[in-house]
T-cell receptor, first 113, second 112 residues
Framework: ETGVTQTPRHLVMGMTNKKSLKCEQH?????MYWYKQSAKKPLELMFV???????ENNSVPSRFSPECPNSSHLFLHLHTLQPEDSALYLC????????????FGPGTRLLVL | GQQLNQSPQSMFIQEGEDVSMNCTSS?????WLWYKQDPGEGPVLLIA?????ELTSNGRLTAQFGITRKDSFLNISASIPSDVGIYFC????????????FGSGTQLTVLP
């Protein structure tokens, strides 16, 4: 595996479900990011981790809970989501926090019913 | 926070035509980036610009960092079908606030 991988690629969940998104980077990077992408809107940065420590939380609702057990893995735990949370969730990594060159995974397409 | 205005929102062009899109901001950025997103994939970095006035090419793509540091342009020459996708600009400040600010994208369709 190379680059940034994300699983699952597609997810349908009810508002009472609990699910997790997984991201893994094989680039030896130290910073990882979660973005939300909605149609015709700019990418919204949700969370940033630098050397496993959370450095940014852009006012994201608590129903989204990130976890970064090591520099290569990033999770986004989902609980009691709303239909408006349906979007493409992108993971990205960079060599260090603040480096402009971010490498993105293919995303998880989430549908909340 | 910063906002980027990216235009046009969408474009339909004939294969072989040249394409131009741009981003403007009310804020000054120190770095401008252009990404392309293919259907079903994440964005891929095309060009990074680091100095006002800089003009950088990547194959048929050419991007410029505006002199005012508040805008950037991307040109694609002699478009081909695989140019289809969404093109995003992104700007970055220096210092502690180093998040990327993204534009809302330009959807490009190339007609045969």
């Amino acid at each position: 595996e190379t680059g940034v991988t994300q699983t699952p690629r597609h997810l349908v969940m009810g508002m009472t479900n609990k699910k997790s998104l997984k991201c893994e980077q094989h680039l030896g990077h130290n910073a990882m990011y979660w973005y939300k992408q909605s149609a015709k809107k700019p990418l919204e940065l949700m969370f940033v981790y630098n050397f496993k420590e959370q450095t940014e939380n852009n006012s994201v609702p608590s129903r989204f809970s990130p976890e970064c057990p090591n520099s290569s893995h990033l999770f986004l735990h989902l609980h009691t989501l709303q239909p408006e949370d349906s979007a493409l969730y992108l993971c990205a990594s960079s060599a260090y926090f603040g480096q402009e060159t971010q490498y993105f995974g293919p995303g998880t397409r989430l549908l909340v019913l | 926070g910063q906002q980027l205005n990216q235009s046009p929102q969408s474009m339909f062009i004939q294969e072989g035509e040249d394409v131009s899109m741009n981003c403007t901001s009310s804020s000054i950025f120190n770095t401008w980036l252009w990404y392309k997103q293919d259907p079903g994939e994440g964005p891929v970095l095309l060009i990074a610009l680091y100095k006002a006035g800089e003009l950088t090419s990547n194959g048929r793509l050419t991007a410029q960092f505006g002199i005012t540091r508040k805008d950037s342009f991307l040109n694609i020459s002699a478009s081909i079908p695989s140019d289809v996708g969404i093109y995003f600009c992104a700007g970055q400040l220096s210092g502690s606030a180093r998040q990327l600010t993204f534009g809302s994208g330009t959807q490009l369709t190339v007609l045969p």
